[in-house]
């Protein structure tokens, strides 16, 4: 079948070094080419595809030197072949176009293969080769050091995701890898500690270790604290240890979690575990935000499930994205179908709208607060389904009282969360609480300014917080 050609005008072309194989332009070429158009010799069309960036431009993945020799002889319309590559790789496609008239140098070869390997690394090194003209043995040669560099990363991933109990299928799935790579990739996990244990027996400090070896600090915790007890896991950690129903931290430990909305300490996390769970158990965190839950149970010994809407697969594999939205046809769905139940559900939602301007647009807390309290009760009659009859969850929230500027004399109750409506609504779908633990929020959050008009106008502010404790069994 013949392409199909269009005639477009020549400043709606543009070369793009990204996808452009070769080194330069060659300027003799460019001239014989221009030549040739004045004697009215004909060529081939060039072919370009729609810019990705910017719509009404093309960008060329074929006939370079042929453009050029258009501009310089102002032609202002050309004829060109619009391709659709419906996900092939454009650098490759150019690659291999370029490769017709005159094959790449060794140079141009080595950097095409690097740079589409680098964008993309499910590339295989015959279809690098195939596209730049060499063997795939050289590729391989090419690429070996980047290779290394992915599959290390791969390793890890794996590692962390297998040490959180996470099963094979959905690592897999959520490393998009073929079962057999994957397969491939798991002989590996046996000794892949090998050498940053070998490092921690010659005295380095956890942070040295997992710096030269880019391994996340909580994956080495995990390691030097393996085989000991909840009771010397917060020694080595420096976690001192609260024997009352109060825990109150000022400062959120920088090594577990990301920096993220609503962060909350892992300390109170490693708290809640300690309490609440055994070594081994199997923790679900259904809005992990940024990771502080999966984090902490490494250090802690616990396999951990985290889900969230927010998806962050370089960095958060752990996490899998999942967003829980009541449907009108099927109500609300469990995000995995998977036999294994947790024993502790550890449930940190956003506080209604509180940080509303710094989730998704879908999460829950831009619901309306009918809405947002029906979906707690939803959520919480699911989970009942999902988990074990000694299953604890433990619910965290603060309450939510609108008073940021009336006077505490005229709040009203209509309109504020509080302490006992999630009480009620746990209590109604059949979750009882043994213990409420206050865990209040730092103070520090607000400015001596604001505190001051506070004081002045009678603004009662609010830092409480809970963990809500429940089981199944009255
Ligand atoms: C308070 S934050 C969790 C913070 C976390 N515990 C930490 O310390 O980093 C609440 C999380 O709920 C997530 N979220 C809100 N609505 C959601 C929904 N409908 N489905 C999944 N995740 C949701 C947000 O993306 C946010 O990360």
């Not at 370009?48 to 002889?73: I, M, Q």
């Not at 929230?397 to 005229?410: E, I, K, V, Y």
Request: glycine residues 8%; contains cysteine.
């Amino acid at each position: 079948m013949t392409p199909q050609t269009t005639q477009i005008p020549v400043s709606l072309i543009i070369l793009d070094e990204t996808i452009y194989p070769r080194k330069g332009i060659d300027p003799r070429r460019v001239g014989m080419f221009a030549e040739n158009i004045r004697d009215g010799i004909a060529f081939d069309p060039i072919e370009v595809e729609p810019c990705p960036d910017r719509p009404g431009f093309y960008r060329l993945l074929d006939g370079a030197h042929r453009w050029n020799a258009y501009k310089s002889t102002g032609m202002e319309e050309v004829i060109v072949i619009i391709k659709d590559l419906d996900g092939s790789d454009p650098l490759l496609y150019a690659a291999a176009k370029a490769i017709g008239p005159k094959q790449l140098t060794e140079e141009e070869a080595k950097d095409t293969a690097r740079r589409a390997y680098a964008q993309n690394t499910q590339l295989s090194s015959a279809d690098i080769g195939k596209a730049v003209g060499r063997a795939r043995r050289t590729v391989d040669g090419y690429i070996a050091d980047l290779r290394a560099a992915t599959q290390m990363n791969t390793d890890i991933k794996i590692f962390r995701m297998h040490s959180l109990g996470i099963p094979q299928d959905r690592m897999a799935a959520r490393l998009g890898l073929a079962r057999t790579s994957f397969q491939h990739h798991l002989p590996k996990m046996a000794v892949l500690p090998n050498s940053a244990n070998a490092d921690l027996s010659r005295g380095f400090t956890v942070a040295q270790v997992a710096e030269k070896h880019g391994w996340p600090e909580p994956m080495v915790w995990s390691l030097v604290l393996e085989g000991k007890t909840d009771h010397d896991r917060f020694k080595a950690l420096g976690w001192g240890f609260r024997t009352w129903d109060q825990w109150e931290f000022n400062d959120c430990d920088n090594r577990f979690g990301d920096d993220w909305p609503g962060r909350i300490p892992a300390q109170l996390i490693a708290h809640i575990l300690r309490y609440f769970s055994q070594p081994g158990d199997l923790v679900l965190d259904p809005m992990a935000g940024g990771g502080v839950t999966p984090d902490t149970c490494l250090a802690m010994g616990r396999r951990c499930w985290a889900f969230d809407m927010e998806d962050r697969p370089d960095t958060r594999p752990e996490i899998e994205p999942f967003t829980w939205e009541i449907s009108s046809d099927q109500g609300l769905s469990w995000p995995v179908s998977a036999k294994g139940k947790p024993d502790l559900v550890l449930f940190d939602p956003p506080y209604f709208d509180k940080k509303a301007g710094e989730y998704d647009e879908k999460s829950i807390s831009g619901l309306s607060r009918n809405d947002y309290l029906d979906f707690l009760a939803a959520f919480f009659t699911l989970l009942k389904q999902h988990v074990k009859k000694k299953t604890r969850l433990a619910f965290i929230n603060a309450d939510w009282r609108d008073f940021q500027n009336t006077p505490a004399m005229d709040e009203k109750h209509k309109g504020g969360i509080l302490i006992d409506d999630y009480l009620e609504i746990l209590n109604k779908t059949g979750w009882y609480h043994t213990h409420i633990i206050q865990a209040p929020l730092s103070s520090q959050r607000f400015t001596p300014v604001v505190v001051s008009a506070m004081q002045k106008k009678g603004i009662l502010g609010v830092i409480s917080r809970y963990v809500i404790v429940l089981g199944l069994n009255n």
